[in-house]
């Protein structure tokens, strides 16, 4: 089923220029790319981005979510797979085990392909298919560029 790794961390920021000089300037750690949307961190293995949280907030759904079961606090935990076949097979398969599917995968405004589900606490979880990455064999996610 779903492998014990993480792929990205996502935290959703209210100024993302702010949170960006804070990691690069304060913490000394260097970006992946310039990109004026997200910003990424290789962080051994996986990786932390920072995003807009309003934007997040609507990636995820989180408007139309009981309060009750879950909740949306400024990050997503994220499972990138090689496909979109390999995206809808874990769905289907979490499905089926009677997970919490709060929003089922879809093309995505970034070029991917994504889906979230719940844990029992209501954590939501991004499956992801990024085409711009490949995830090595460790589960490690690099940009295409770096695996060539």
Request: overall charge negative; proline content about 7%.
């Amino acid at each position: 089923m779903l492998q014990q790794r993480l792929s990205i961390i996502t935290l959703g920021v209210r100024d993302l220029a702010a949170s960006r000089r804070f990691y690069v300037d304060t913490l000394g750690w260097t970006p992946q790319d310039d990109n004026p949307q997200i910003v990424f961190f290789q962080m051994g293995g996986y990786a932390l981005a920072l995003f807009d949280i309003e934007q997040l907030a609507e990636d995820i759904g989180a408007s139309a979510q009981p309060p009750e079961r879950r909740g949306y606090n400024g990050f997503t935990l994220a499972h990138n797979l090689g496909s979109i076949e390999e995206v809808d097979a874990l769905f289907a398969a979490l499905d089926q085990a009677g997970a919490d599917i709060i929003k089922p995968p879809e093309k995505v405004f970034w070029g991917g392909y994504s889906g979230y589900f719940a844990d029992p606490d209501g954590h939501p979880w991004e499956v992801a298919y990024n085409p711009f990455v490949v995830i090595d064999a460790d589960g490690r996610m690099w940009p295409k560029e770096d695996a060539e």
